[in-house]
Each structure stands twice: as structure tokens, then as C-alpha cells.
């Protein structure tokens, strides 16, 4: 079975620029999560989307944006990015619902220089 | 207040030792409760998933959850430096998942 994958592996952008973040979750699961874990700061919660629907959203400003597909992939969006912008995006899959155990990808670095 | 609490740590401990990994949640509500290992530059990795108090085995691992007391416990039995990652614990319900700030754990050979 082929694991959650997330592209690019790394992306480097200066301030003020927009960044997108893809999210390919394992077969059967509908459920994505996107945390972000800068450094020292442990895992922050983003957004949670299910069967194409915003389900929740962490405390980030309207910038943080993403949208889930039909085919349940799904796209983080950061848009006038700043320098603490700067972290590891991680992108995790669920089968259904909320009390599925995540499984995650190895992330997406984003440099904001 | 985090919802969940972990201390960071570092924690080192000799090859053969048991590891023991603490954490606390606020919520109430969470149900469901779940255990992490990160190795550098890797996303976590899935250990133990529960959601009931009580002990859950699995090889060296063991799970534990006290909904009373809202405790969760990792033990890691016959530590071995490949177990040498930050753990983050984490505990969900109603929509929400929360993590802990990880324990980064070293086994010296």
C-alpha cells in the first residue's frame, strides 16, 4: 500500500510570495490533515478536510487556505508569506470521520527567505 | 493551557533499558489516543492507536491510558538505538486532534 505522498519535497519562496503544497492520501482513506511543525513549536493543527469538506481549522490566519479534490487529494495554500511562514508542512490521511488513526507524509520544508 | 502535554525531554537511556513516555490532556472529550515515532527529516510514523483505558501491547511497545487521571504512557521495553526518535503522543475526539510536543529519546549503545 502505498503511503501518503506529498510534493514538492522541498520549496524555497521569499516573502511576500505564495506557496502550494500537494497532499496524495493512502487508497480508501477520505480524510487529510495539514499540520505545520516549525521548529521547537511541536505539531500545529491547520485544517482537516473529509469528503471534500472543511471539517476544521486550527488557529492560523485566512492566508492558510487549502481545498480537498474529488479524488481526495488536497492542496495547502499560503499566501503573502512571511519569514515565520518557514517550517515543515505535513500532510496526514484518515479513512473516515474523526477517529481514524493518521498516517503521514514526510512533508514539505518551506524556506521563506 | 495545551490540550496535550509532553515533556520534551531530551531522555537518554542505555541499550536494554525500558523508555517511559508520559503525557496529560485537558479535554474531555478527546476518545481516541495514539502514539508517534519521528526520525530527523521524516513525518511520524504510526506506533500504537487506543481508544479505551487500559494497556495495548505490541512486541515491545506498550500502550497505556488512564481516562480517570487523563495519562497516557508509552513503555518501550529492550531499548535499542534504532529506537532513538522524538515520540509524540496525541489525542483525539469530536473533530479535533491535538499532539503533544514530542520527547526526543536516545538510546546509547
Known amino acids: 500500500e502505498a503511503g501518503v505522498t506529498q510534493s514538492p519535497t522541498h520549496l524555497i519562496k521569499t516573502r511576500g510570495q505564495q506557496a502550494t503544497l500537494r497532499c496524495s492520501p493512502i487508497s480508501g482513506h477520505t480524510s487529510v490533515y495539514w499540520y505545520q511543525q516549525a521548529l521547537g513549536l511541536g505539531l500545529q493543527f491547520l485544517l482537516w478536510y473529509d469528503e471534500g469538506e472543511e471539517r476544521n481549522r486550527g488557529n492560523f490566519p485566512p492566508r492558510f487556505s487549502g481545498r480537498q479534490f474529488p479524488n481526495y487529494s488536497s492542496e495547502l495554500n499560503v499566501n503573502a508569506l512571511e519569514l515565520e511562514d518557514s517550517a515543515l508542512y505535513l500532510c496526514?490521511?484518515?479513512?473516515?470521520?474523526?477517529?481514524?488513526?493518521?498516517?503521514f507524509g514526510n512533508g514539505t520544508r518551506l524556506t521563506v527567505t | 493551557q495545551k490540550e496535550v502535554e509532553q515533556d520534551p525531554g531530551p531522555l537518554s537511556v542505555p541499550e536494554g533499558a525500558i523508555v517511559s513516555l508520559n503525557c496529560t490532556y485537558s479535554n474531555s472529550a478527546f476518545q481516541y489516543f495514539m502514539w508517534y515515532r519521528q526520525y530527523s527529516r521524516k513525518g511520524p510514523e504510526l506506533l500504537m492507536y487506543?481508544?479505551?483505558?487500559g494497556n495495548k501491547e505490541d512486541g515491545r511497545f506498550t500502550a497505556q491510558v488512564d481516562k480517570s487521571s487523563k495519562y497516557i504512557s508509552l513503555f518501550i521495553r529492550d531499548s535499542q538505538p534504532s529506537d532513538s526518535a522524538t515520540y509524540l503522543c496525541s489525542s483525539g475526539g469530536d473533530y479535533k486532534l491535538s499532539f503533544g510536543a514530542g520527547t526526543t529519546v536516545t538510546v546509547r549503545a
Open positions: 496526514a490521511s484518515g479513512r473516515k470521520a474523526y477517529n481514524s488513526p493518521l498516517h
Open positions: 487506543t481508544y479505551s483505558s
